[in-house]
């Protein structure tokens, strides 16, 4: 019902730049909330940036003032533009989207399928 399509990660070297971008498409009622998240091997998935309806962004501390999140509501895509990367960024992202489908009774979390980062010394 609702996908999530995610692109933009890659290799790079340490102190470069990369740009994610996701879009969200499907039977979408609501979109209230869009978000990044990031898992290395063995590691629990953990919060990198979120951004909500109304513009309120949230950032890990890891990535405050590297990172920026923003988002196209009327194209339901997010983007995470990560500059001045460094080897612990390294991991797969995961764009998430709080969503109420059409029809549905609530809101609820949907993934996309990960873009793997690699930050290279």
């Known amino acids: 019902q609702v996908q999530l399509v995610e692109s933009g990660g890659g290799l790079v070297q340490a102190g470069g730049s990369l740009r994610l971008s996701c879009t969200v498409s499907?039977?979408?009622?609501?979109?209230?909330?869009m978000g990044w998240y990031r898992q290395e091997p063995g590691k629990q998935r953990e919060l990198v940036a979120t951004i909500i309806s109304g513009g309120h962004t949230n950032y890990a501390d890891s990535v405050k003032g590297r990172f920026t999140i923003s988002s196209d509501n009327a194209k339901n895509t997010v983007y995470l533009q990560m500059n001045s990367l460094k080897p612990e960024d390294t991991a797969v992202y995961y764009c998430n989207a709080y969503v109420k489908t059409s029809g549905g009774y609530r809101f609820r979390d949907y993934w996309g399928q990960g873009t793997q980062v690699t930050v290279s010394t």
């Open positions: 499907g039977s979408i009622e609501s979109l209230n909330a």
